[in-house]
């Protein structure tokens, strides 16, 4: 029976809980400063809100590098030589760290890659499943693996909503003029992942927290997520009674077993404080 260990960047949000309950590797990606740059992970994330705050400027993000999987990949050897590693990478299109990988990778055997086409919390539900995927088939192949990572990745879907549109105004995802028109007329855009992209998807009218549930009911209408796959994201700053309202919809809807995550430097650079996500997987269509 092979032994798998799965790779993926610190981009994909786990959470410590399902990091340790499947030994999970997380390769960092960065964030840039000033002139200094910081392994996502190695700092608290309300800096870089400070940092926004202080210089006006945004803090710009890096995936992983050929060296920071090198590094990964080397240690895992180490430890279990016989071991086949899974890379499940963050979004290709969106960052240097699937190639990153694939270089790294050539000076060693028994590394398979595979696309995620999901950031953050989308691509956290893909390796929870496949991590749940393997311990359900111990005795699967690389290939078959692999595969699974394909069919369910074009079923996962995730949707997040900004609190403020500061930071893809900053980050040029928003122009000034649909910036202001947003604030005067409180609208809310969602933002969700096509094709490895993240996009524009949906716009809500109204506070934040009735833009949330309207995010989720449109959520929960258009696919048909598996219960037990639903993942919650939330930038640092969400206050607990957001919490709970977001706990108590998903108990309305079934759901009892979704796990809350704190967003990572990364995606809080794009999404600024106290931006929400949700990530399911879709079940397959009889």
């Known amino acids: 029976m092979r032994k798998y260990i799965i790779t993926t960047e610190s981009g994909s949000d786990l959470s410590q809980e399902i990091i340790d309950r499947y030994n999970i590797q997380v390769v960092p990606m960065h964030v840039t400063m000033e002139d200094q740059t910081y392994p996502d992970g190695s700092f608290d994330v309300q800096k870089i809100f400070d940092y926004y705050e202080e210089t006006g400027n945004l803090s710009k993000t890096s995936g992983s590098t ?9 240690r895992i050897f180490a430890e279990h030589p016989d071991a086949y590693i899974i890379h499940i990478a963050y979004s290709a299109v969106t960052t240097v760290s ?3 990988a694939n270089i790294a990778a050539k000076d060693f055997k028994n590394i398979f890659h ?3 086409k999901h950031v953050s919390v989308g691509a956290a ?3 929870k499943a496949t991590a749940q995927f ?3 088939n111990p005795n699967t192949s690389p290939e078959e693996i692999i595969a699974f990572v394909e069919d369910i990745r074009e079923r996962t879907h995730m949707v997040f909503l900004p609190k403020t549109l500061l930071y893809l105004k900053a980050g040029g995802r928003v122009s000034n003029l649909a910036f202001y028109g947003a604030n005067l007329l409180k609208i809310h855009p969602s933002i969700s992942l096509e094709n490895g992209y993240l996009v524009s998807s949906g716009k809500y009218r109204g506070s934040y927290e009735s833009c949330l549930k309207k995010m989720f009911n449109t959520f929960f209408k258009n696919y048909n997520i598996d219960p037990d796959t639903v993942l919650i994201v939330g930038v640092p700053g969400v206050e607990d009674n957001q919490k709970e309202m977001i706990f108590d919809f998903l108990r309305e809807k079934g759901i009892e077993k979704a796990i809350w995550m704190e967003a990572g430097a990364v995606i809080s650079s794009h999404g600024g404080p106290e931006a929400i996500g ?3 997987i879709e079940k397959k269509a009889d």
């Open 114 to 116: 595979v696309d995620s």
């Open 278 to 280: 949700i990530a399911g």
């Open 98 to 100: 699937f190639n990153a």
């Open 125 to 127: 539900a893909i390796v």
């Open 134 to 136: 393997i311990e359900d």
């Open 66 to 74: 050929p060296q920071d999987n090198y590094e990964v990949f080397k």
